[in-house]
């Protein structure tokens, strides 16, 4: 996976999907735009779960490798 220097893009992988990202985002930078709230997620990094309250400040390196799983209620 390569990067492009300063605050360029960055290739990860989310849920077995490489994407493009701007470089410097945290897990929630992250997951904003990809148009999820963080609270109703769970996210893995690289092997690792990633506790919400970590994920404000939690960058996502380039080549990192996210499962991110929806909460789903029901009945």
Do not use: K, Y
Not at 51 to 72: D, K, N, T, Y
Request: charged residues 15%; neutral net charge; glycine residues 22%.
């Amino acid at each position: 996976m390569t990067t492009s220097g300063g605050q360029g893009g960055i290739q990860i992988q989310v849920n077995g999907e490489p994407r493009t990202v701007p470089g410097g985002l945290t897990v929630s930078g992250l997951l904003l735009r990809l148009g999820l709230t963080p609270g109703h997620v769970a996210v893995e990094m690289d092997g690792g779960i990633v506790p919400r309250s970590r994920q404000a400040e939690c960058p996502v390196p380039a080549g990192a490798r996210l499962e991110i799983v929806h909460f789903v209620g029901g009945g």
